[in-house]
């Protein structure tokens, strides 16, 4: 009910001054975008490896760190995609981590992580435990 209050709403507005109507949404728009970079980057979340695990950011922006013991490992794979982009799935039980090269600073991170992470004897994505 209330969402087809606020269409009608919208729409009566819109007939009224067009103009406006389209000024508003691009400055609700811009808005939300910019709150989003500033809340981001407030937060800023990093890859850590550490002795015991790691902590990976996750969840919505990225802003939540998300720590995995190097034991709880099942497997890892990389992923070849456009533009030049690679990830890193690291499978850690229940979780999948992604690594995506783009993120980095600069590739040789990536290949710092790549063959920290690949080099391991982790067992295989099918294997049987």
């Known amino acids: 009910m209330l969402l087809a209050f606020g269409c009608a709403a919208w729409v009566v507005l819109w007939l009224i001054a067009p103009g406006s109507i389209v000024a508003a949404s691009g400055s609700l728009i811009a808005g939300a975008i910019l709150l989003l970079v500033l809340v ?3 937060r800023l979340t990093v890859l850590k490896l550490e002795s015991e695990s790691f902590a990976v950011p996750s969840g919505f922006l990225r802003l939540l760190p998300r720590r995995i013991a190097y034991t709880s490992i099942r497997g890892v794979r990389e992923h070849f995609l456009p533009f030049n982009v690679t990830v890193l799935r690291i499978n850690a039980g229940d979780t999948t ?7 980095l600073q600069d ?8 063959t920290f992470f690949l080099e391991r004897q982790w067992t295989t994505f099918g294997s049987a435990a």
Do not use: K, N, P
């Open 107 to 114: 590739s040789r991170q990536y290949s710092a992580l790549r």
């Open 97 to 103: 981590v992604e690594i995506v090269s783009a993120f």
């Open 40 to 42: 981001r980057r407030a």
